[in-house]
């Protein structure tokens, strides 16, 4: 969808991301032979059916997301925005507008996965905590020793990119609660360097923790849709 930008033509998924987007037509085929046997009754199929084709969409929209914000990333050169010139500074720009879309996208997807995954496993999450996140059903998930097989593959995963998860979250609940993230940055600089030129948050961290959100988002995915189709076989 943005390659375009780029003069480049459309992606072709390749490695985890084609994986977990065939696990997803997969699972979505199994879902829709169900339902045309008659097997729908309570319209859960269904359900399940939607939000599948939802999580494809966010999918792809976290992965342009990530995909765009590195190739701006790499347009630019200088640590300051007062010393870019204004093609620089318009790169910068959108570095910062793709890069804010794909870390909160991360959540958003997560969030969303959560939400297939609570009402497929049957885990009733809600009655723990009425607004809950993918993260609270993956806990429930532990707590209550359910889908084993399942449950510590997702924890693995979690626990290997927990230190950028935990960065990603901060700028996302910044962002969304107090301010802008960039300017957040440029606020503690303003009290450590008072009266000093601000230098450019770390992009090139801000860069690894958006891919690891991304391939915890994926691989996240790709585990839970494996688990579903094997569910929707038996």
Not at 59 to 78: C, F, G, P, T, V
Not at 79 to 90: F, I
Not at 186 to 199: F, T
């Amino acid at each position: 969808m943005l390659r375009f930008l780029f003069d480049e033509p459309p992606r072709e998924a390749t490695g985890c991301l084609e994986e977990t987007l065939r696990l997803m037509e997969e699972f979505g085929s199994l879902v829709s032979k169900r339902i045309a046997a008659g097997q729908d009754a309570d319209h859960r199929l269904r359900k399940y059916e939607i939000w599948t084709l939802g999580l494809r969409s966010a999918l792809d929209e976290l992965e342009q997301s990530s995909y765009a914000a590195s190739h701006y990333k790499q347009k630019i050169r200088l640590v300051s925005v007062q010393q870019m010139s204004p093609e620089e500074r318009l790169n910068y720009s959108r570095y910062v507008y793709y890069d804010k879309n794909g870390f909160i996208r991360v959540f958003s997807l997560l969030d969303k996965l959560g939400t297939l995954l609570n009402e497929l496993l049957d885990m009733r999450t809600e009655k723990v905590k009425a607004h809950f996140s993918y993260f609270t059903v993956l806990r429930n998930m532990r707590e209550r020793k359910a889908h084993p097989e399942l449950t510590w593959k997702l924890n693995d995963v979690k626990e290997k990119y927990k230190e950028a998860t935990n960065r990603l979250r901060k700028r996302r609940n910044t962002e969304i609660h107090y301010m802008n993230s960039e300017m957040h940055d440029d606020l503690i600089q303003s009290h450590r360097m008072y009266g000093e030129e601000a230098k450019l948050e770390n992009i090139e961290q801000q860069a690894i923790d958006l891919s690891d959100g991304v391939t915890l988002a994926m691989e996240s995915m790709r585990l839970s849709f494996q688990y579903g189709c094997k569910l929707m076989r038996n």
